[in-house]
């Protein structure tokens, strides 16, 4: 069955547009959190920024103490970050690049080019018994570099997929990139998730993607809640899962 891992960093972007800096305002991303897992979500995603931009770290810490599933800590390589999440301990750390000036995490992380230090993040990671997984570009170098790092999952970063599905041609492509890098790895013995930028439109297709075993969704899951509510539009996407072949 594909699960899906619910990133409630949005929620937390909505409270600090007003309440910047305090965990105390609304909404709060642990509640949502809650009720996402009420309607059937299998995990939350939080992202804690260096700029500290959405989630703070009480926020963190409340998940781990409150979530009844599984937490995904998404995290950049930094000193401070990787002793955060060794003092959390969630069950999974994702690591991603981090740059200031984007807006959201806007490509995969650079495996290849900086594979001892992942490696290293790895090794400290399986010492405390927390699984990695590696946001990552559907580049063969790149799941060929994350497969000799130490790490159990990849997560493909979806994003040029998501930016390019109303133009059929192009989709086409980067779904065959993903199609592609889901194999590679699942051949080196690496899990796959994916995510970023899905949606109730462009999921469905996303099925022809094999080895998928975990999906992460945010934005579209916190707009939709704006009219339905986040129990249905975590139910909305469950249901477009549903028949992934598995
Ligand atoms: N996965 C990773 C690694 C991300 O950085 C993000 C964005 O925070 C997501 C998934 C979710 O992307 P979106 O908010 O577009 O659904």
Known sequence: MLKLGVNID???????ARYRGREDGEPDPVAAALAAESAGAHGITAHLREDRRHILDGDVRRLREQIR???????A???EIVAFALSLRPEIVCLVPEHRQEVTTEGGLDVAGNLAGVREVCRQMADAGIEVSLFLDPDPDQVAAAARSGAGFIELHTGAYAERFHQKRERQLELDRLVRAA????????????GHGLNLANVPLLHVVPHLE???IGHTLISRALFVGLAEAVREMLAVM???PG
């Not at 949005?10 to 600090?16: D, I, S």
């Not at 599933?69 to 995290?75: I, Q, V």
């Not at 194999?183 to 994916?194: D, F, I, P, T």
């Open 10 to 16: 949005h929620v937390a972007t909505l409270r600090q």
């Open 69 to 75: 599933t599984r937490l995904n800590f998404e995290m």
């Open 77 to 79: 390589i930094t000193p």
């Open 183 to 194: 194999r590679q790895a699942h051949e080196l013995g690496l899990r796959v998730n994916a």
């Open 214 to 216: 975990e999906l992460n």
């Open 242 to 244: 549903a028949d992934y």
